[in-house]
């Protein structure tokens, strides 16, 4: 991971990426990944804003028949 963001403070661009990104579904890890920040710094911020990163479509229930 880049010490480029290590630290500093979320903006409004990087608050407005964490919404779209949780809205498309996509995974805590590569949420981090995409905005340079750690799993635990996204986690930290989405409850902040109020925003759930639950996965809403990964339940092992509902895979489609071959």
Known sequence: MSAE???KRWT???VQQ????A???T???LIAHRL????AAVQSK?????LSLKPVNQS???RRKP
């Open 5 to 7: 963001k290590n630290g």
């Open 12 to 14: 409004g661009t990087d």
């Open 18 to 21: 964490l919404k779209g990104l």
């Open 23 to 25: 809205a498309g579904n």
């Open 27 to 29: 995974p805590t890890r």
């Open 36 to 39: 340079q920040r750690t799993p």
């Open 46 to 50: 989405a409850s902040e804003v109020g």
């Open 60 to 62: 092992p229930y509902n």
